[in-house]
């Protein structure tokens, strides 16, 4: 048989094949885990103490949950939540100098394509991190360092792969904008003091239905 028509009765298949229900009324619940990896230019911090700082934040990785609720068929409000991630913080030339813990908590309506076996989803949302038990070192060691919360839209892509009747596999992708204000000692560190995080989010997640 003719490659091209093989192909062609393998998507037909899958199209036809019953998905994760995502129908007007219904909750999923996906457990997975989440690399948030900020972007390679954090920014630069002018005028401090220590002169002009070129910064940089590490990456983590920590395990997540999502619930959605469905308003309408493949229409649903989506809550993501995780364990504290933990990031270093680094200044180009002096090395680490600090570290922080962050919750991200995001809310984001979102729509599913499709009823196969593969669905993509997109979705659009706001984000509010909230910084804690954040520490000065090396450079800064024993100064009071401080990183203000943070508000921002949040941009989500993924696909589910159908697993039984009521699972999913999620592979998925967000773009989140997380900016801090950075002080130390109670004062602004520098003139031009925001961190721009803003980080890719990675993550893989089994997704279920209640």
Do not use: C
Not at 177 to 186: A, F, M, P, Q
Request: proline residues 5%; charged residues 15%; hydrophobic residues 40%.
């Amino acid at each position: 048989m003719n490659p091209l028509r093989i192909a062609l009765a393998a998507v037909l298949a899958l199209a036809a094949t019953p998905a994760l229900a995502q129908s007007a009324g219904s909750w999923t619940v996906g457990i997975g885990a989440h690399n948030v990896a900020p972007k390679s230019d954090n920014g630069t911090l002018t005028a401090t103490p220590l002169g002009n700082l070129t910064m940089d934040v590490g990456s983590n990785v920590r395990p997540t949950i999502t619930g959605e609720y469905f308003l309408q068929d493949n229409l649903g409000i989506e809550v993501l939540a995780a364990l504290p991630f933990q990031h270093d913080i680094s200044v180009a030339g002096v090395g680490k100098v600090g570290s922080t813990k962050h919750l991200p908590p995001t809310v984001s309506l979102q729509y599913h394509f499709g009823q196969g076996k593969v669905k993509p989803f997109v979705g659009l949302g706001v984000n509010y991190t909230r910084f804690f038990s954040t520490k000065a070192e090396g450079a800064i060691a024993g100064a009071n360092l401080d990183l203000s919360d943070s508000w921002g839209l949040a941009a989500h892509v993924g696909v589910d792969f159908k697993v039984g009747e009521k699972g999913a596999i999620r592979l998925d992708y967000r773009k989140v904008d997380i900016d801090t204000r950075v002080k130390l000692n109670g004062a602004n560190l520098g003139t031009k003091n925001t961190v721009n995080i803003d980080p890719s989010v990675y993550g893989i997640a089994y997704v279920f239905t209640l």
